[in-house]
């Protein structure tokens, strides 16, 4: 089924639900945006998104209670029959009994939340958009390298669980190993997870399943991560001519985001760890404005330049 379950959104926002009745496990999220239905409360239903979370702020209960009793029952009768996925009341608002009724015979969950409207539309906008963005599952491993996130591709058994592990004990971070879960949440960011079932979890040939968690403690572990970077181990081939210089960056495409790629070849003896460590930190020096590349091309030009005759 498409969209995300009403039950997720509960758990995730901590939402006391006052009408347990209905099965929220069947009612679906499929937009990322909220509503606050003020103009609604008035009457006016044109251009109404009810796909939307809605959303009964301070400026919409205090309407709602300058209202006549039988009005304002009315009212609320004509937006719960809308057929909107839930109603949800910030502040620690509490529905009349008779909003209760009405929410049972349409079938729309009434929820409460302790946080302010703004507070909560933020909150539940910011969690939307990252389970309803566009995903895809990859082969790789997922880590947070110096705070930058690093994924490790290429072939199975080559060295990618191995390369995490060594990384782990050095410090850093386990997001994910062999599938990665994709999401697109802006034309700028991807954010890389483990499935449920894999999560903290790496496979090593030889060994088995291990559980990082438990071994190196939860500080070892990160549930999500931005993937900045992309490093592709591939073997050695003697024929190839690898780039040494750096001069130009290589990208990977991700559901249409590009990812500074480096292909880095694999040889018995090399230290992979130390090779990601590097790739991270020099990635981080050329987002704060300095560049390795161009120093040493600079130095190498004022070398190379002629001296002046005395």
């Known amino acids: 089924?498409?969209?995300?379950?009403?039950?997720?959104?509960?758990?995730?926002?901590?939402?006391?639900?006052?009408?347990?009745?209905?099965?929220?496990?069947?009612?679906?999220?499929?937009?990322?945006d909220v509503?606050?239905?003020?103009?609604?409360?008035?009457?006016?239903?044109?251009?109404?998104?009810?796909?939307?979370?809605?959303?009964?702020?301070?400026?919409?209960?205090?309407?709602?209670?300058?209202?006549?009793?039988?009005l304002r029952d009315q009212t609320m009768d004509r937006l719960l029959s809308s057929k909107v996925p839930c109603l949800v009341f910030s502040r620690n608002f509490q529905p009349t009994p008779e909003d209760i009724d009405s929410a049972m015979?349409?079938?729309?969950?009434?929820?409460v939340?302790?946080?302010?409207?703004?507070?909560?539309?933020?909150?539940?906008?910011?969690?939307?958009?990252?389970?309803?963005?566009p995903m895809i599952t990859i082969h790789g491993v997922l880590v947070d390298v110096y705070g930058e996130g690093v994924l490790i591709t290429g072939e199975s058994g080559i060295g990618k669980s191995e390369a995490a592990l060594?990384?782990?004990?050095?410090?850093?971070?386990?997001?994910?190993?062999?599938?990665?879960?994709?999401?697109?949440?802006?034309?700028?960011?991807?954010?890389?997870?483990?499935?449920e079932v894999l999560r903290h979890f790496i496979e090593l040939r030889g060994i088995g399943i291990i559980d990082v968690k438990t071994l190196f403690g939860v500080e070892s572990?990160?549930?999500?991560?931005?993937?900045?970077?992309?490093i592709n181990l591939e073997e050695w081939d003697k024929e190839k001519e690898y780039d040494r210089l750096g001069l130009e960056e290589h990208y990977t495409e991700y559901l249409g985001n590009k990812i500074v790629c480096h292909n880095i070849p694999i040889r018995p003896g090399r230290n992979l760890a130390?090779?990601?460590?590097?790739?991270?930190?020099?990635?981080?020096?050329?987002?704060?404005?300095?560049?390795?590349?161009?120093?040493?091309?600079?130095?190498?030009?004022?070398?190379?330049q002629p001296r002046e005759e005395e």
């Open 221 to 230: 572990v990160k549930n999500t991560q931005s993937i900045d970077m992309v």
């Open 274 to 304: 130390i090779i990601v460590e590097s790739a991270a930190v020099n990635y981080r020096q050329k987002k704060m404005g300095y560049n390795a590349v161009e120093e040493f091309y600079n130095r190498v030009s004022k070398n190379f």
């Open 113 to 133: 939340s302790t946080q302010t409207t703004s507070e909560l539309m933020a909150e539940v906008i910011r969690w939307l958009k990252v389970e309803l963005a």
């Open 166 to 195: 060594e990384l782990i004990k050095r410090g850093h971070r386990l997001v994910a190993d062999d599938s990665v879960e994709i999401r697109k949440v802006s034309d700028e960011t991807l954010v890389g997870a483990a499935p």
């Open 1 to 32: 089924m498409k969209g995300i379950a009403l039950t997720k959104l509960i758990e995730k926002m901590s939402l006391k639900n006052m009408t347990p009745a209905i099965d929220t496990e069947t009612i679906r999220i499929n937009d990322v």
């Open 105 to 111: 015979r349409h079938g729309v969950p009434l929820l």
């Open 35 to 70: 509503n606050r239905p003020a103009l609604q409360l008035t009457g006016f239903y044109d251009h109404f998104d009810n796909e939307r979370v809605q959303i009964i702020g301070n400026v919409e209960f205090a309407y709602l209670k300058s209202l006549p009793a039988t």
